[in-house]
């Protein structure tokens, strides 16, 4: 199978080439630079040049593979708003090219668009208000009306390796500059998380075997309370970790205030009984802990705080 990945050279995207050539597949991969290009014919992907802002050649990635898995997206948060259009308008741009083929189209999405449900959001649930990548999500799901095998897979907003840790290394950097580990409230609210390699393999599955319009939900472990990871941050880096009322948590984590105290259970059953996913890498604490051991991390952190 020939297919198209956009996104190829990101933190997952990169590990969803190696997988998808691991399986015997044929990559197709978007580039927008001359150093893109190097990373993906390095593993033996072919290079397309072009971006989020050349839906022609988005169309045409698409037109000449077999499946496309699209994971590129413009993170510019002060333009936001432009960012999902753009991705509204890429997603259109490659669909309609597999109008009636019944080729597979891999969307991602995030477990955040589900939360505070007083359980562990499923596969089943949808956003009680469908606006930012959840409008994405349903346009890559519509067309599955229209002869796509088209899925999604909503990523745990903890996506780790041993370098990198999604929501815990922005708690460890803020950690590392302020001299203490915290949390608000009792600290009991989750994050899911996921391994990327655990994270590129779904990906992978939902090409292959994912059934039209479903959703898939990358997430290892189905949550891990903030006060646990605040802890796991001091006892690593040897600070102390303090519990935080409303007001001293807006001083302490600023822009990120709203981010620490969401609740955001996951669970991957439905993923993992339908498409026979089963997580084998390194917990997020796991790696957190390797992460924060590393010296030169705990000064890169601090470098950037």
């Not at 208000?129 to 990523?155: C, F, H, M, Q, W």
């Not at 393999?201 to 059934?211: I, M, N, P, S, W």
């Not at 990358?218 to 990871?229: C, L, S, T, Y």
């Not at 807006?250 to 259970?265: E, L, R, S, T, V």
Request: aromatic share 6%; charged share 25%.
């Amino acid at each position: 199978m020939k297919v198209f990945v956009t996104g190829a050279t990101g933190f997952i995207g990169s590990e969803v080439v190696k997988e998808l050539i691991r399986r015997g597949n044929d990559v197709l991969g978007l580039a927008r630079s001359d150093s893109s290009q190097a990373k993906l014919e390095a593993v033996g992907a072919q290079v397309l040049r072009g971006s989020l802002d050349t839906p022609d050649v988005l169309a045409k990635g698409a037109a000449e593979s077999d499946g496309v898995i699209h994971l590129a997206f413009v993170n510019d948060f002060n333009n936001y708003e432009e960012s999902l259009k753009k991705d509204l308008t890429a997603i259109k741009a490659m669909e309609n090219e597999l109008v009636n083929t019944n080729k597979p189209f891999v969307n991602t999405s995030g477990t955040l668009m589900v939360e505070d449900l007083g359980r562990p959001a499923t596969e089943k649930d949808s956003s009680a208000n469908p606006v930012g990548r959840a409008e994405d999500e349903i346009l890559s799901l519509s067309y599955a009306d229209k002869g796509v095998r088209a899925t999604a897979v909503r990523l745990s907003p903890t996506v780790h390796d041993v370098q990198r840790q999604g929501f815990g290394t922005i708690l460890a950097g803020m950690a590392i500059n302020s001299g203490k580990a915290a949390y608000v409230g009792d600290g009991a609210n989750v994050w899911p998380s996921v391994h990327r390699k655990d994270a590129a393999k779904l990906f992978v599955d939902a090409l292959e075997r994912g059934k039209a319009g479903s959703v898939y939900n990358a997430a290892a472990e189905v949550g891990i309370p903030v006060k646990e990871i605040a802890q796991t941050i001091g006892d690593t880096l040897n600070l102390p970790v303090e519990k935080l009322d409303q007001e001293s948590g807006k001083a302490y984590f600023g822009w990120f205030i709203d981010a620490i105290q969401q609740n955001n259970p996951t669970s991957s059953e439905l993923t993992q009984s339908e498409l026979d996913w089963h997580p084998t890498e390194a917990s997020l604490l796991e790696d957190l802990k390797t992460f924060l051991s590393d010296s030169k991390n705990v000064e890169a952190l601090k470098n950037n705080g």
